[in-house]
């Protein structure tokens, strides 16, 4: 069995300053909010726990995905390879998967950082249907049998969706 996890950017500071590298119009920049970096944090102690750590990590470019991404492996001392992925922002669900199917076949585990709508519809998709919402900085975990590249719609199974608020 593989385990894909979804995990969406936690929530973003749309009123940083040009300090912090952001300006208005330059989403890609755009940095976590203090609430986001305590959620990445949740999240990266909760995989730790729960003995789940990923055997790689990839990453939308944007500042707001690597930050999330980085926070959790440091806090859940990961030791899964970071890869950063422009096809992962601004991405299409096809866009997306592309970077899924090319995984390597000795990842068991992979967790994606990435944005909505993307991370939503990936999941509801996999899971054949319907319509989850992922929340700031949730971490979708689905189960499959199979290649990366066969990873399609209906293939996967929700193993769970955690939200951080749910998390000490």
Same mark, same amino acid.
């Given at each position: 069995?593989?385990?894909?996890?979804?995990?969406?950017?936690?929530?973003?500071?749309?009123?940083?300053?040009?300090?912090?590298?952001?300006?208005?119009?330059?989403?890609?920049?755009?940095?976590?909010?203090?609430?986001?970096?305590?959620?990445?944090?949740?999240?990266?102690?909760?995989?730790?726990?729960?003995?789940?750590?990923?055997?790689?990590?990839?990453?939308? !470019?944007?500042? =707001? @995905?690597?930050?999330?991404?980085?926070?959790?492996?440091?806090?859940? /001392?990961? *030791?899964?390879?970071?890869? %950063?992925?422009?096809?992962?922002?601004?991405?299409?669900?096809?866009?997306?998967?592309?970077?899924?199917?090319?995984?390597?076949?000795?990842?068991?585990?992979?967790?994606?950082?990435?944005?909505?709508?993307? !991370?939503?519809? =990936? @999941?509801?998709?996999?899971?054949?249907?319907?319509?989850?919402?992922? /929340?700031? *900085?949730?971490?979708?975990? %689905?189960?499959?049998?199979?290649?990366?590249?066969?990873?399609?719609?209906?293939?996967?199974?929700?193993?769970?969706?955690?939200?951080?608020?749910?998390?000490?």
């Amino acid at each position: 069995m593989r385990m894909l996890m979804l995990l969406r950017h936690g929530k973003s500071d749309w009123s940083a300053s040009e300090d912090s590298g952001w300006v208005p119009g330059a989403d890609h920049r755009r940095p976590l909010a203090p609430r986001g970096i305590k959620a990445a944090k949740r999240i990266g102690r909760f995989i730790a726990s729960a003995d789940i750590k990923p055997d790689r990590i990839l990453s939308s !470019t944007a500042t =707001r @995905a690597r930050s999330t991404a980085e926070l959790a492996i440091e806090a859940g /001392d990961f *030791a899964g390879e970071l890869t %950063l992925h422009d096809e992962l922002y601004e991405a299409s669900v096809a866009d997306a998967l592309a970077v899924i199917h090319a995984t390597d076949e000795s990842v068991e585990r992979l967790l994606v950082a990435g944005h909505e709508p993307t !991370t939503s519809s =990936r @999941a509801s998709t996999r899971m054949g249907g319907g319509h989850r919402r992922v /929340d700031t *900085a949730t971490l979708v975990g %689905l189960a499959f049998y199979g290649p990366w590249n066969e990873l399609g719609a209906g293939s996967a199974e929700l193993r769970f969706l955690i939200p951080p608020r749910l998390l000490d």
